[in-house]
């Protein structure tokens, strides 16, 4: 080879070399991403944006993470939502973040940068890999930079296939900056898949399902994650059965539909309870059945029949007659074609919809008092019923916060959309609802984008309302103030008594105004109406808002009352 040659040859490989950081943003753009989200500082935002890819920048890497969370919920994990924070304390304060991701099982990628390498375990550097372990679908550190093509594609695979949860690639400082060979025009951009039943499971299933008498359909995030909507309102006319979501899948269902019973949530409407306990058998779809504090649990006498796409969902809390592994909306089509185009529905189920309209119709009775009070202090229900009657759920995205909030909006609020409801009912992280909104109107701008959270909620994550006014984000939040922490007196009523550990106390929409958005405080029952559509009208002009309603504590649920 002669020298000019050499001379060539050294030039096209210098030319072809790029930075680790700047890798990794080529595979991103190729991947479709259209913004990074996290928090200062990161070299990915630097090589993401000279790719055209912008950064969203919160005010904490909790809500970061909150952000991307809502962000994959709203496109059904359709678009790759990545979140990066900075080494050491951004690492440490994601973990929240990736826990209630985690629960909610939200396809998240998160990519960490790491101590530079031969110190990341040196006490006390916090190392990702190792205390993200069991909180992640998938948990690994890149030590080499040649590495990252393949690691690289294993994280998105993850993402892609299976059942969904973040999948975290730890990044250390000093490999983001080494130049490296590898093309992001060679990424193989991994598809989703939609395992189906076995055949002879599908036949197993549709017969003990035709053979019930009382049969009811429980949908769950799945339904949601596989965008399965049509073909589980398929099935429940095709047989007319009644069909109850859990909270993570309200809205997989909707719940304006003759056969919709409502949330099967801790606080729950009485056609659930109705229903549930008169069953002899529950399909459950689309979702882990797990126990928690916050889902109805399914009484033990019924026969459980469970289509999960995790094989680690069955029999996990439950013992179940029949578990099927596969995609939620591949295995309704599988009982859709087992059926034919002409299913015969059961004569025992004549009259169904009229007696299910006439429950809903006493239960919304017997709570209506509540719904239209015109107390002052101000009924929380008063302001979830005007909520329902000022927010068009065909084109909305709601979400709400932990505790009171979920348990008096689910019951109440008709999700008519999928994914027009972000729910959760396991981790209940106080605060997580803003960045979800945040996150949805990302994903949706055309959408309304509303929710709804107590103080205390407000308290932890209340600054990044000037993320919504910074990033063009116009979310409508909603905030309930009784200056206490509703319901803890229960649990510290000695604590509460003498020294009113309880107690809150503070102004929101004086800062919300402070920040830049709109605020507004409503202290009477006839002004909420009023008030919440100019939050709307602020919203439709680009203005993120928020209404601050002064109520008092309300201990009384849907369904423990």
């Known amino acids: 080879m002669t020298e000019l040659q050499q001379i060539n040859r050294a030039s096209a490989t210098e030319a072809a070399q790029m930075t ?16 990074i989200i996290g928090y200062p500082a990161s070299e990915l935002f630097d090589a993401a944006a000279a790719l055209e890819i912008p950064p969203l920048i919160a005010r904490s890497q909790r809500v970061a993470v909150n952000i991307a969370e809502g962000y994959a919920r709203a496109t059904a994990g359709r678009e790759l939502a990545v979140v990066t924070v900075q080494y050491g304390p951004g690492a440490e304060s994601s973990f929240a973040g990736i826990a209630q991701a985690f629960n909610d099982r939200a396809p998240v990628l998160f990519l960490p ?38 690691l690289l594609h294993a994280a998105i695979s993850r993402i892609r296939y299976g059942a969904p949860a973040p999948v975290l690639l730890e990044l250390p400082v000093d490999l983001l900056n080494e130049l490296q060979e590898a093309s992001p025009q060679d990424h193989l951009c991994p598809r989703r898949s939609a395992p189906q039943a076995e055949k002879a499971q599908v036949a197993e299933l549709m017969e003990r399902l035709l053979a019930a008498r009382h049969p009811v359909i429980l949908a769950g995030q799945g339904v949601l994650a596989a965008e399965a909507t049509p073909e589980l309102v398929a099935l429940a006319e095709a047989l007319e059965i009644p069909v109850m979501t859990t909270p993570n899948g309200k809205s997989g269902f909707p719940e304006n539909h003759p056969l919709a019973l409502g ?7 009485e056609t659930v309870d109705h229903y549930l306990e008169e069953a002899d058998l529950v399909l459950a779809i689309g979702t882990s059945l797990t126990r928690s504090y916050y889902i109805l649990p399914v009484p033990e006498d019924k026969i459980i029949l469970q289509v999960t796409l995790d094989d680690s969902d069955i029999g996990k809390d439950y013992p179940v007659t029949l578990g099927v592994v596969a995609d939620a909306r ?23 919809r ?114 919504a006014v910074r990033c063009d984000l116009p ?51 006839g002004d909420l109406r009023a008030a919440l559509l100019r939050g709307l009208d602020q919203v439709a002009q680009g203005r993120a808002a928020l209404i601050e309603v002064v109520t008092h504590e309300e201990p009384r649920l849907a369904g423990l009352w």
């Open 263 to 269: 949330t099967a949530a801790r606080a729950r409407p």
């Open 475 to 525: 979310v409508l939040t909603v905030v309930l103030r009784n200056n206490v922490l509703g319901g803890y007196a229960r649990s510290m009523p000695v604590a509460s008594q003498k020294y009113e550990a309880n107690r809150v106390s503070g102004e929101y929409a004086s800062i919300a105004e402070a920040l830049g958005g709109y605020g507004e405080c409503v202290t009477e029952a």
């Open 113 to 150: 940068t790491g101590y530079p390498r031969g110190s990341e375990a040196v006490t006390p550097n916090f190392e990702s890999r190792r205390n993200f372990a069991h909180i992640t679908k998938w948990c690994e550190t890149a030590t080499r930079v040649e590495d990252l093509p393949k």
């Open 20 to 35: 680790g950081a700047a890798y990794i943003a080529g595979v991103l753009k190729q991947e479709g991403v259209r913004q």
């Open 354 to 467: 009229a007696e299910i309209a006439a429950h809903r119709a006493a239960f919304l009775a017997k709570w209506m008092p509540l719904l239209t009070a015109e107390s002052s202090p101000i009924s929380p229900y008063r302001v979830i019923w005007e909520m329902v009657g000022v927010l068009d759920p065909d084109r909305t995205i709601i979400t709400h916060d932990a505790g009171n909030p979920r348990d008096q909006l689910c019951p109440f609020y008709v999700a008519t959309q999928p994914g027009g409801y972000i729910g959760w009912g396991k981790t209940t992280q106080l605060g997580s609802s803003l960045g979800f909104a945040l996150g949805a109107k990302l994903a949706r701008p055309e959408a309304v984008v509303v929710n709804l959270m107590g103080e205390a909620a407000f308290g932890m994550v209340g600054i990044d309302f000037e993320t």
């Open 330 to 352: 591949a295995a309704l089509c599988q009982m859709l074609d087992h059926l034919g185009p002409t299913p015969v529905k059961p004569a025992t189920r004549a009259g169904l």
